[in-house]
């Protein structure tokens, strides 16, 4: 693919969702939102329109909100509708869920019905293996096997609290409950190598379920999944609700409007260069070891 800042990118990494190509400064990546969209670990693939702008923009949107509660995150800035200047880290492969309300495979696994409201969070955690099918895993596990240190699952768990709790108030405030998301963490080595644990990939409707909280309508991933309809007219609505597009949305005619899409200002994280991060306690070993 051809570059916006000349020449051609080296692709360092291609998912279901997006692609991760080379940064354009020392320490860096640019992850890229593609509209294709799958479920059932690649069993189900489409295209949805517009998926990839609204993605990123949220993201972007929340990972800088994030910041200014204290989380460090790896977004830096957007680049254009598509495209965002992130931290080069080294993604721990764990999935970390939290689940505030019954959905998904919490029902299929424990006989829950949709909807019941847990009295308290449920933090899972899920080896990040594609042709596993990202299996269910505990501590021991983790542990076990090396994925992270007793260190920096602590500081995971942590964040991931801090998360939940932000995000909860966020959505509550425009009217969605948050059932559920999925976090994925980074290591980013300092000058002196110490060790710092920062929030990665992406928060979207792509890995949140968020509800209507007077309908209970569902404007996540879930419409792909469940065959509901009006995907990216769920993931529109969200991105209104929170302020980030125009009042009269990116649709025109049914069909998404890329040019109004370039129209849209860009978003900076200016206290992701800013603000000092948090070393994680660690016993001293050579990385590697």
Not at 59 to 82: C, D, Q, W, Y
Request: with cysteine; net charge negative.
């Amino acid at each position: 693919m051809a570059s916006m800042f000349g020449g051609r990118r080296k692709v360092l990494y291609e998912g279901k969702a997006k692609i991760i190509y080379e940064g354009t400064e020392p320490g860096t990546l640019i992850q890229y939102f593609k509209d294709d969209a799958t479920s059932g670990n690649g069993a189900k693939k489409g295209l949805i329109a517009g998926k990839g702008v609204l993605n990123n923009r949220i993201s972007a949107h929340i990972m800088t909100k994030l910041e200014g509660i204290g989380v460090p995150t790896h977004f830096l800035r957007s680049l254009n509708m598509r495209e965002q200047l992130v931290r080069q880290v080294e993604i721990i492969p764990l999935e970390i869920v939290v689940r505030n309300i019954a959905a998904g495979s919490l029902c299929k696994r424990l006989g829950v019905k949709e909807g019941t409201i847990l009295p308290n969070p449920i933090v899972e955690f899920y080896y990040k293996k594609d042709d596993l099918a990202d299996p269910m895993v505990n501590e021991h596990h983790i542990y076990t096997f090396g994925w992270a240190d007793p260190y920096e699952l602590e500081e995971m768990i942590g964040q991931t609290y801090r998360v939940n709790d932000y995000l909860n108030g966020l959505f509550a405030g425009i009217g969605l409950k948050l059932v559920d998301f999925k976090l994925e963490f980074g290591r980013l080595w300092g000058e002196y190598d110490e060790l710092y644990i920062i929030l990665a990939d992406e928060i979207s409707p792509d890995n949140c379920r968020l509800w209507d909280s007077k309908t209970g309508e569902k404007l996540d991933k879930d419409r792909f999944r469940q065959d509901l309809g009006n995907v990216v007219e769920g993931y529109q609505e969200i991105a209104q609700r929170l302020g980030l597009i125009p009042k009269g949305g990116l649709l025109s005619d049914g069909a998404f409007d890329e040019k109004l899409a370039e129209g849209m200002e860009e978003i900076d994280n200016e206290l992701a260069r800013e603000r000092r991060l948090r070393a994680v306690k660690k016993p001293t070993k050579p990385r590697g070891v």
